[in-house]
C-alpha cells in the first residue's frame, strides 16, 4: 500500500482521536462536544472554520498555493442510541448511546486529511471540510443544506465514506450510479372505537385493522412493482392496546419503505395510501397516513467514481479496489450532498463479525490512515485546475 506516509507517521495520534470520540458518542444535532472538538483542531492547525452550519455542523476551509478547483469532504459525526456491548476499554461513557456505525472513525479520518493537507499545502484551489451532524435518519445534511452549505461554500466536487464491516479488509468499493436506496418512513394511524373486550360488537376494532393491514401492505412490492425493480415494504411497529379486556381505540403501524427510483418511490406511497383506506373501508375504522422521504436515492456520478477508483488503485493496489457491485438497500443522507453537487461515495472494507448499528460492532483502527490518505489525496488530484 502506498498511503501517504505522513499520514501513517500520525497514525497512532489518528487512533487517540477516534477512541476518545468513541468514548464520547454524541445523537444527531446533540453533537456539541465532538463538534467543538473537531472546531478547535481544525483552527489549530489553521483552518479557517464555521460552526453551527445545520446546528451543530461545522465546515473547514482550507486554500492551496494556487487558484483551482474547490473539493468538498464529507463526515458525519453522530451516534445511536444503543447499549454498547464491545467491553473496549474506550466504551462509551455516555449511557444508552454509541458510536455503532463508525461515524467517530469517519470524522477521524476526515481531521487526518486535514491535518495533512493543511501542513502539506500542495494543492492548487480549495478544499472545504465538511462535518455533518445527524446522518442517522434525522436530516443532517439537509440541515447543512437549508444553511446555504453549497451556497456559502460551493464546491466543484463532494466525497463522503463510510467503513464496511465484514468486507475484505482494506477493500475500497465504489459503485458508479444509483449505489444506495432511498428511504420513506411511514406512521399509519389507525383509529376505530374502543369497547369491553367482551362486547366487541361495540367496538369498530383498529387491532383487527392494523393487522390486515399488515398483510395487505406485502402486496404493493409484490404486486404494484415491476419485479425487475428493485423496493422494500417493511411494517416495523405496531402500537396498540394495554389490556387483556379492552378492546383499544386506536392503533398505529409504522415501517419503511426502500427504492432506487422516484417513481417507483411514487408508487409505493399511492399503494400504502390506497390500501390504508380500503382497509379503512373494509373494517370501518378511520385512517390518517403520514409518509416522509428521509432519504434520497444515492447515485455516484459514473465519471467521477472512475477517476476515484483510479486514483485508489495507486494508493492500496488493484487488488483492494472494488468498482461496480450490486447497490445497497441500505440508505444514506450524503444522497442529497450528491444531489447538489457530483461527487461519489465509497466503503473501506474492514474485518468483523459484528456489523453496523449492532452494539457489539468495533471499528478497526487500522483503517484510519487510509481512509484519511484517499480523502487527502482526492483533494490533491481533483483540485487541479
Ligand atoms: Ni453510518
Given at each position: 500500500m502506498k498511503l501517504i506516509d505522513r499520514?501513517?507517521?500520525?497514525?497512532?495520534?489518528?487512533?487517540?482521536?477516534?477512541?476518545?470520540?468513541?468514548?464520547?458518542?454524541?445523537?444527531?444535532f446533540e453533537e456539541v462536544r465532538t463538534s467543538g472538538i473537531v472546531a478547535e483542531l481544525l483552527q489549530g492547525w489553521g483552518i479557517e472554520v464555521h460552526r453551527n452550519i445545520g446546528k451543530t455542523g461545522v465546515v473547514g476551509v482550507l486554500d492551496g498555493k494556487a487558484p483551482g478547483r474547490t473539493i468538498g469532504l464529507r463526515a458525519d459525526m453522530d451516534a445511536l442510541p444503543i447499549v454498547e456491548q464491545t467491553n473496549l476499554p474506550f466504551s462509551s461513557?455516555?449511557?444508552?448511546?454509541?458510536?455503532?456505525?463508525?461515524?467517530?472513525?469517519?470524522?477521524?479520518?476526515?481531521?487526518?486529511?486535514a491535518r495533512y493537507l493543511a501542513e502539506t499545502r500542495?494543492?492548487?484551489?480549495?478544499?472545504?471540510?465538511?462535518?455533518?451532524?445527524?446522518?442517522?435518519?434525522?436530516?443532517?445534511?439537509?440541515?447543512?443544506?437549508?444553511?446555504?452549505?453549497?451556497?456559502?461554500?460551493?464546491?466543484?466536487e463532494v466525497y463522503g465514506l463510510h467503513n464496511r464491516p465484514g468486507a475484505p479488509q482494506n477493500q475500497v468499493r465504489v459503485v458508479p450510479g444509483?449505489?444506495?436506496?432511498?428511504?420513506?418512513?411511514?406512521?399509519?394511524?389507525?383509529?376505530?372505537?374502543?369497547?369491553?373486550?367482551a362486547r366487541p360488537?361495540?367496538?369498530?376494532?383498529?387491532?383487527?385493522?392494523?393487522?390486515?393491514?399488515?398483510?395487505?401492505?406485502?402486496?404493493?412490492?409484490?404486486?404494484?412493482?415491476?419485479?425487475?425493480?428493485?423496493?422494500?415494504?417493511?411494517?416495523t411497529q405496531i402500537h396498540s392496546g394495554s389490556a387483556y379486556n379492552v378492546i383499544p381505540g386506536s392503533a398505529v403501524v409504522s415501517g419503511t419503505a426502500r427504492m432506487?427510483?422516484?417513481?417507483?418511490?411514487?408508487?409505493i406511497r399511492e399503494r400504502i395510501k390506497d390500501i390504508a383506506q380500503g382497509v379503512a373501508a373494509t373494517y370501518a375504522v378511520e385512517v390518517e397516513v403520514d409518509i416522509r422521504n428521509i432519504f434520497d436515492v444515492l447515485e455516484n456520478d459514473e465519471a467521477l467514481s472512475g477517476a476515484f477508483a483510479d486514483m485508489a488503485r495507486g494508493m492500496v493496489g488493484d487488488e483492494n479496489v472494488a468498482l461496480g457491485g450490486r447497490p445497497n438497500t441500505g440508505s444514506e443522507d450524503f444522497a442529497d450532498m450528491l444531489r447538489a453537487v457530483p461527487g461519489a461515495y465509497f466503503t473501506i472494507g474492514?474485518?468483523?463479525?459484528?456489523?453496523?448499528?449492532?452494539?457489539?460492532?468495533?471499528?478497526?483502527?487500522?483503517?484510519?490512515?487510509?481512509?484519511?490518505?484517499?480523502?487527502?489525496?482526492?483533494?490533491e488530484t481533483r483540485t487541479a485546475p
Open positions: 499520514i501513517q507517521d500520525f497514525a497512532d495520534e489518528l487512533t487517540t482521536i477516534r477512541q476518545d470520540l468513541h468514548a464520547h458518542p454524541e445523537l444527531g461513557t455516555n449511557p444508552g448511546i454509541m458510536h455503532a456505525c463508525g461515524h467517530d472513525g469517519h470524522t477521524t479520518m476526515l481531521l487526518g486529511a500542495d494543492f492548487a484551489g480549495r478544499v472545504v471540510f465538511i462535518f455533518q451532524p445527524a446522518e442517522e435518519g434525522l436530516g443532517g445534511a439537509r440541515a447543512m443544506l437549508a444553511d446555504g452549505l453549497f451556497e456559502r461554500f460551493p464546491c466543484d444509483i449505489a444506495m436506496a432511498g428511504a420513506d418512513f411511514f406512521d399509519i394511524h389507525v383509529t376505530g372505537q374502543g369497547s369491553h373486550g360488537q361495540e367496538s369498530r376494532d383498529p387491532v383487527i385493522a392494523a393487522s390486515a393491514l399488515v398483510q395487505a401492505l406485502q402486496s404493493v412490492v409484490s404486486r404494484s412493482i415491476d419485479p425487475l425493480d428493485a423496493a422494500v415494504v417493511s411494517v432506487f427510483t422516484d417513481a417507483v418511490r411514487q408508487r474492514h474485518e468483523g463479525t459484528a456489523l453496523l448499528h449492532n452494539a457489539a460492532f468495533t471499528f478497526d483502527d487500522s483503517i484510519l490512515p487510509i481512509g484519511s490518505s484517499l480523502l487527502a489525496r482526492l483533494a
